[in-house]
């Protein structure tokens, strides 16, 4: 076996991928940092993940290459780092190498002076091209120096330059919330809907749930067909393309392609958390069926592939399996029969898979174009018969899949992703009452209240019992979101005492007076070249997008004017941009619904507390906050006063804690919300 190189000491899998490399890797920290100034090297940065294909790819190619080790060991202090463990780190150098006037992306590869500013970088190159570059940058280094320390530090002040002045924060003066905005919003963002596929125009295609959240919550507030059309369209191609797991539930990363058809086949955390959410808000607005079967079968995937005893979730799952993408997914034609028997080539014909193969190598990707009943009518069979062979042939592929070598694990757990699929689980009990949801989401709040936070601290990430590096502001606040949304769903104070906790955290240590906004890092986190601010919407929710929601929630639901000042405060420091951005601004423009339209704080107190609370969220009420006691309760402020009246199980419909006459039937609660 080759020697190990220093990552060996590491827990992420991503770099214990490159431990055995012949490269002298090392990870992100003093000894390596350290090294590069007593030696006078620049530093070779290397950032990617573990379920990314082409980080793979120029491993195999460049890394594991001894004449590529060589001229890297002798020319550069090289450290590899997961993106997923320090986002703080990958977000400063992926700005800097847009601002080269280069694309991002992973791997993405960063050449640093000794102090850490950048002055060149990219992401894949193949064998040769990395030689040469290689080559010419250590010979730059040696004969232009000054040149390079020139530029470097022009990069690090652009990556310093206050986002007030890039942005033009707060640059709509106006003291009312105004849901002409968001009128703006959705025209700019109509322009890019993909008629003929779903989605957004272009490819490739990321399922990007934020977007689809607002304009599920557009059509609510403003009746609009065009958008709940284009809504529906939307998930209904998602979920009938090859970036959704016919056979196992869950959605890959992104499609390739234009049509969902052939996705990169990692399946991450994040993306399946957030897109059961979507999928259980969408069954409660559209009472689509096929949104259930959906959010159900992630829910499975993720219980069943990601989820450990403890009910804590795993980040990924690679695309790749016995060195090929895609191969656990796919089947050759003669696979699927000799598994199925020719009685099944309807079901087969459903799938579309060919003889040929529909996708590489003869193999083919299960994918559907058209609902059960229409394929039933058009092939002249019997739909309820069609039904149970198609649910024999997913159980038969399922069990079929499980002997073959499965694609690897990224087994770190990491708190914010953790708290998206919890919030995903909370809001599919909204959606549809199963208590094993519940009791997941509850065992999770555990891990989240007890194992990642030690009474001063959040920490990123959890493997081995042993929490580390601390938690940056993406993962305060998906805490506190999912906290919020686990309080709705159990009336347990300990969990809304617990994101209170967080808020009140994050305004002392993340905080920025000046800009009205919070920064990416903890105040008394590693100081690096540049602290920035999280403020677009990525494949994950921008981080200050998600705090405007929760101090929303949390002024209202503890009463506190301070948190319902700040977020609206941080809301105007963005309105003016949500007209012109709105795909990369779509969760701020979610959370200004909550400003724009009546936000509801509902409390329903007696015996049929619960029954009414169901009934309740059998309806898509995006502003509505619903909670169910069953006995008068004082304990919280949200809860004071709200008395049963005449033995009979009382609705308070309020605002801000302002309540109207109760109410004791759901008709009556929902016509009070309706004026």
């Given at each position: 076996m080759p020697k190990a190189n220093k990552l060996i000491r590491e827990s992420s899998p991503y770099l214990l991928q490159h431990a055995y490399n012949p490269v002298e890797w090392q990870a992100w920290g003093e000894e390596a940092l350290n090294q590069a100034k007593k030696e006078d090297k620049p530093i070779l940065l290397s950032i990617g993940y573990a379920a990314c294909h082409w980080c793979h790819v120029m491993e195999h190619e460049c890394f594991e290459d001894e004449d590529v080790a060589k001229v890297m060991n002798e020319n550069y202090v090289c450290i590899k780092l997961d993106r997923e463990e320090r986002p703080d780190i990958d977000q400063i150098y992926m700005d800097a190498v847009q601002n080269m006037g280069l694309n991002g992306g992973w791997p993405l590869n960063m050449f640093l002076m000794p102090d850490q500013k950048p002055f060149y970088g990219g992401t894949y190159f193949p064998k040769h091209k990395w030689l040469e570059i290689l080559d010419?940058?250590?010979?730059a280094f040696q004969s232009s120096r000054v040149q390079l320390q020139d530029s470097a530090i022009k990069f690090a002040q652009a990556l310093n330059a206050p986002d007030a002045e890039k942005l033009g924060?707060?640059?709509?003066?106006?003291?009312?919330?105004?849901?002409?905005?968001?009128?703006?919003a959705y025209q700019k963002l109509s322009n890019s809907f993909d008629w003929d596929n779903g989605g957004t125009l272009g490819a490739p295609k990321f399922p990007m749930p934020v977007i689809w959240k607002f304009l599920m919550k557009y059509a609510f507030h403003n009746q609009n067909p065009e958008a709940q059309k284009a809504l529906e369209f939307t998930l209904t191609s998602m979920a009938d393309g090859g970036i959704y797991d016919q056979i196992g539930g869950g959605f890959a990363r992104y499609s390739v392609d234009a049509e969902w058809f052939a996705p990169h086949f990692e399946k991450m955390l994040y993306d399946n958390g957030q897109l059961i959410s979507l999928y259980a808000d969408a069954y409660r607005f559209t009472q689509n069926s096929y949104f259930k079967e959906i959010f159900e079968d992630s829910i499975k995937f993720s219980v069943r592939e990601l989820m450990d005893s403890y009910c804590r979730f795993y980040s990924a799952l690679d695309a790749d399996s016995e060195g090929e993408e895609g191969k656990f997914y796919t089947w050759t034609y003669d696979e699927l029969?000799?598994?199925?028997?020719?009685?099944?080539?309807?079901?087969?014909?459903f799938y579309n898979a060919t003889k040929k193969g529909n996708w590489e190598n003869g193999r083919n990707i299960l994918f559907r174009h058209s609902t059960i009943e229409d394929f039933c009518k058009a092939?002249?069979?019997?739909?309820?018969?069609?039904?149970?062979?198609?649910?024999?042939?997913?159980?038969?592929?399922?069990?079929?899949?499980?002997?073959?070598?499965?694609?690897?694990?990224?087994?770190k757990i990491l708190t914010g992703w953790n708290a998206l699929q919890i919030k995903g689980i909370c809001d599919a009990y909204k959606a549809y009452q199963d208590e094993k949801y519940k009791a997941i989401a509850l065992d999770n709040f555990i891990f989240l209240s007890e194992f990642v936070w030690d009474g001063n601290h959040l920490f990123r990430s959890f493997k081995h019992d042993q929490a580390k590096i601390k938690g940056y502001l993406e993962d305060y606040a998906l805490t506190i979101q999912a906290c919020l949304t686990l309080f709705e769903i159990t009336s347990n104070p300990k969990t809304l005492n617990f994101a209170e906790k967080l808020a009140h955290y994050t305004l002392q240590n993340f905080y920025d007076e000046k800009e009205k906004l919070f920064y990416y890092t903890d105040r008394t986190s590693e100081e690096l070249i540049a602290r920035k601010k999280e403020i677009f919407?990525?494949?994950?929710?921008?981080?200050?997008?998600?705090?405007?929601?929760?101090?929303?929630?949390?002024?209202?639901?503890?009463?506190?004017?301070?948190?319902?000042?700040?977020?609206?405060?941080?809301?105007?420091?963005?309105?003016?941009?949500?007209?012109?951005?709105p795909k990369f601004l779509a969760n701020y423009a979610s959370a200004y619904t909550l400003k724009a339209y009546k936000s509801y704080d509902v409390v329903i107190v007696g015996s049929d507390a619960k029954k009414f609370q169901k009934e309740l969220w059998s309806h898509y009420l995006p502003n509505a906050f619903i909670m169910a006691i069953e006995e008068e309760n004082n304990d919280e402020l949200v809860w004071k006063g709200k008395e049963i009246i005449n033995t009979k199980t009382s609705i308070y419909v309020c605002e801000n804690n302002a309540c109207q006459r109760p109410v004791y039937t759901v008709m009556d609660a929902l016509a009070q919300m309706s004026r």
């Open positions: 010419k940058v250590a010979m924060l707060g640059a709509l003066k106006s003291n009312d919330f105004d849901n002409n905005v968001l009128s703006e029969i000799k598994l199925l028997g020719k009685e099944y080539e309807p079901v087969l014909k092939e002249k069979l019997d739909e309820n018969q069609f039904k149970e062979q198609l649910n024999f042939v997913k159980d038969k592929l399922l069990e079929a899949r499980e002997d073959r070598i499965r694609p690897a694990l990224d087994d919407d990525n494949v994950i929710p921008s981080s200050n997008s998600v705090m405007i929601e929760n101090l929303h929630w949390l002024g209202i639901l503890k009463g506190n004017a301070e948190f319902t000042k700040i977020s609206e405060e941080m809301l105007k420091q963005i309105q003016h941009l949500l007209g012109r951005e």
